[in-house]
């Protein structure tokens, strides 16, 4: 696999680790600015809209920029507004902070992906996308525990700061070896490639990515909550937990990019399939520590491992719209992990029973199954028809 692959990895690490890290910098920004706790918490959904909004619209921007330009030019714009964030004593412009963020870190996808699906070598494209992921997943384990402890021994502002940080060495290494191939407006068609997503096999592909990362994230939303008031274990355990799914995550990534196609299209289905039952045993043994803990593993694994497979479905099935596939796939991940923990929270508010959040999570799940055995992927002869 090319070097750069695994340097926009790196790049992606940093900016999962920015998208997850303010839950775990609640209660720090809202003691310093004077803000209710609700609304610090709604930094977390301000990244997401950004993200569902910023997706298309800087994919149809960027799509006839050069490639070393777009991606130094979304990095560095994610650096300055973390140093704003860092900085800033007004709650409402950390907020507009983290919407940019959310923007520009999608069109950074936006690019990356279609670049690394690119330099690829042939058969090893999903293994290039499960890479990009990994950054992501290696957050969960490293990045938002790491942003945790630092925000608890230096302040929330030292999370911003390390963030900038982290981006540099990717950001010189974009600079010095991001492909610098310029798309002329005759390679790029922005009215053909929409045409292209919206062939069935696209939007079942899409729509099956937001039902599964809804029901990942509507559970991953709670288990902070669901380990202290539900399995009673101290509040120190909770980074664990969250390192523990993270864990699981990366694995799962990890094994769907080194697998074929069509080796990666039966896995999907087994781990649709799965997903399901996982979530429930996860709800009716959640206020067990040992069970939560394995299930929490376990279905981190089975959640990212099937969304790395999707995304690479997605890629695969729009073969015409290298410049948009990516990042509407990042869209419809993004509804889901936004849908999702508010359906949640409407419903736990009022039961009272954080574990209905994971009922929630195997629901959606349930509502997944009938649209891979009505495309028959059970049966199908070719890899990914």
């Known amino acids: 696999m090319p070097l750069f692959v695994y340097v926009l990895g790196l ?3 940093a900016q999962g680790t920015s998208e997850f890290m303010a839950s775990g910098l609640v209660p720090g920004i809202a003691d310093e600015l004077s803000v209710p706790v609700g609304a610090a918490a709604a930094l977390t959904s301000a990244y997401a809209v950004g993200m569902i909004f910023g997706a298309p619209a800087m994919a149809v921007l960027s799509a006839r920029w050069p490639r070393r330009r777009a991606l130094a030019g979304f990095l560095t714009a994610f650096v300055v507004v973390h140093v704003i964030g860092a900085v800033t004593t007004s709650f409402p412009v950390l907020f507009g902070t983290r919407i ?3 923007v520009v870190n999608a069109g950074f996808l936006a690019v990356a992906m279609p670049v690394a699906v690119a330099l690829a070598p042939q058969g090893k494209q999903a293994r290039a996308t499960a890479i990009l992921l990994s950054g992501i997943t290696l957050s969960c384990v490293a990045g938002v525990p790491a942003g945790a402890v630092l925000g ?22 974009v600079f010095r070896s991001a492909p610098a191939d310029a798309a002329s407006p005759s390679e ?5 490639e929409m045409r292209e997503l919206k062939s069935p096999p696209v939007r079942q592909a899409m729509l099956l990515g937001a039902l599964v990362n809804g029901a990942t ?8 909550v669901i380990a202290t008031d539900v399995a009673h274990l101290p509040a120190g355990a909770v980074s664990g937990l969250l390192a523990a799914f993270g864990v699981g995550a990366f694995l799962g990534v990890t094994v769907a990019g080194r697998k074929g196609n069509g080796e990666l299209r039966r896995g999907l289905v087994l781990g649709l399939c799965a997903l399901p039952a996982g979530w ?9 520590p040992v069970a939560l803990f394995v299930l929490a593993t376990v279905q981190g694994g089975l959640s990212f491992g099937c969304g790395s497979a999707l995304i690479a479905r997605v890629m695969h099935v729009a073969p015409g719209a290298p410049a948009l596939g990516g990042s509407f796939a990042t869209v419809a991940f993004n509804v889901g992990a936004f849908v999702g923990p508010v359906l949640a929270g409407f ?10 959040a994971v009922w929630i999570s195997a629901a959606i799940a349930v509502v997944a199954l009938p649209l891979v055995l009505w495309r028959g992927w059970v049966t199908s002869a070719g890899p990914w028809k």
């Open 280 to 288: 429930a045993a996860l709800a009716m043994t959640g206020a067990q």
């Open 100 to 102: 940019v963020a959310a």
């Open 217 to 224: 994230f509507t559970t991953f939303a709670f288990l902070a």
């Open 188 to 192: 790029v068609s922005i009215r053909r």
């Open 347 to 356: 419903v736990t508010e009022s039961t009272g029973d954080y574990r209905d």
């Open 11 to 13: 790049a992606v690490f």
């Open 152 to 173: 608890d021994l230096a302040g929330w502002r030292s999370a911003f700061w390390a963030v900038a940080a982290l981006c540099l060495p990717a950001l010189v290494l």
